[in-house]
Structure formats: C-alpha cells, structure tokens
C-alpha cells in the first residue's frame, strides 16, 4: 500500500527563521511528489517534483528531491506569518492517476 | 474565474439522507479526481476520471458511494445513507495528462459535510 510520512507533525518558528519540512514516500512506480499549502481551505499548488537533485525555488520556497532514499524536503527562509499554514506532500505513481497525500506539517510562524 | 468549482459548499444533513455534490473542473482539464479530508490529516483518494471513463476507485469507497462524469466535463458524488462518519470536507481536483506528460492537480474549495 502507497504511504507518504511526514515530519515533523507541526513546527512553531518566528518570523525571519529557515525551516525545512520532510517527506518520505512510498509509492508503486512513482512517478511525481508534489508540496501543496493549505491554510483553511483547499491545497494550493507549490512544486512538482520528477527528477533527483534538481531544486525547484519560488521565492523563499525551494524543494528538492532524492528519489533514491525515496524522500523530499521544502525549505522556507526567512519565514514570515503569512507562511502559516498545512503543508502537505503528495505522492502520484502509475499514469498519473491517484495522489497519496501524508497528513501535513502544520507551521506557525509567530511575529 | 476558470477554476476548479464546487456546489455546494456546505452541507447538512441527518443520518440516513442521500446527498450529492457537484464539482466544475477546469475546461481543457481530462482528469477529474475526489478526495475526502477529514481533520488533522491529508486527502485521502476516493476516486478518478479520465474524460467519462471512472479509471480508479478506492477501497475507502463502499457501496454508498457513487460517483459520475457523463460527459466528461462536471461530475457528481452521490453519498446514500449517509453515517456520521461520513462528515469531512470533499475536495475535488482536475489536470491535463496526456501520455508521459502530467500536470499537477488543481483543487477546488471543497464541500464541507456535516451528517448529524
């Protein structure tokens, strides 16, 4: 069965601090890791991920992915309130079909 | 606005009573996919659409369950009799995938459940 895990469950931080969100996966024939964040409502989309090694960065967010030890992490620096919130991993396998979402680490950021 | 839509977006109802919910996705999207949250945890896949053809479902979803796409654009899921349990949020998505080629899920707001 597919299972993605992440760490740590929830983080408090101040604003200007870095944090890093892990996630580990296993996926049959995967094929995709996503990060999302969701504040209240639905995920918004952050980043794909579908090779190793190569970083992706939006701004204060990058993400990274070593499909070899199966896992992802998403960096944020220089953190500020609005950054509070679920982020969630989700893994996809065959054909695009099914994500497997871990259960989120929830991030407060405090002023 | 050409995102992902939902109707409704909060539902209440008794134990026992079917209800339905719509979701819109993006146009030129062929994949529809629900999921069902509940608190403190991540969507759980319930379910899938390439154009009309439902491709996979999960073994979450019992026979109360039942989901559509006639013309492979809307859908609908269709809970009946529902149980207490049954109360999460219901989170639709769409994408474009086309061979290799895959393209992320976008989420609609969700319709929020409430079985009393």
């Known amino acids: 069965e597919d299972k993605v895990v992440q760490s740590p469950l929830s983080l408090v931080v101040h604003e200007g601090d870095t944090v890093t969100l892990n996630c580990s996966y296993e996926?049959?024939?995967?094929?995709?890791l996503l990060w999302y964040k969701q504040e209240k409502k639905a995920p918004t989309f952050l980043f794909m991920l579908t090779s190793s090694g190569i970083e992706k960065k939006s701004g204060r967010l990058s993400s990274i992915l070593d499909k070899k030890e199966l896992f992802s992490i998403l960096n944020i620096t220089a953190t500020q309130t609005g950054d509070s919130a679920v982020y969630l991993c989700?893994?996809?396998?065959?054909?695009?079909?099914?994500?497997?979402f871990g259960d989120g680490t929830t991030l407060t950021v405090k002023p | 606005d050409t995102g992902v839509s939902q109707n409704p977006r909060h539902k209440i109802t008794k134990r026992g009573q079917n209800v339905t919910f719509r979701c819109d996705p993006i146009s030129e999207h062929n994949r529809l996919y629900w999921y069902r949250q509940t608190l403190g945890q991540g969507p759980e896949f319930l379910t899938y659409?390439?154009?009309?053809?439902?491709?996979?479902k999960s073994r979450l979803l019992s026979d109360r369950f039942s989901a559509e796409r006639p013309k492979g654009s809307f859908s609908t899921l269709e809970i009946q009799r529902t149980e207490q349990g049954d109360s999460a949020m219901y989170l639709c998505a769409s994408s474009w995938t086309s061979g290799r080629y895959q393209e992320t899920q976008y989420f609609g707001p969700g319709t929020r459940l409430l079985v009393l």
């Open positions: 659409f390439q154009n009309e053809a439902q491709l996979e």
């Open positions: 989700a893994a996809r396998g065959t054909n695009a079909g099914k994500s497997t």
């Open positions: 996926v049959t024939n995967f094929r995709s």
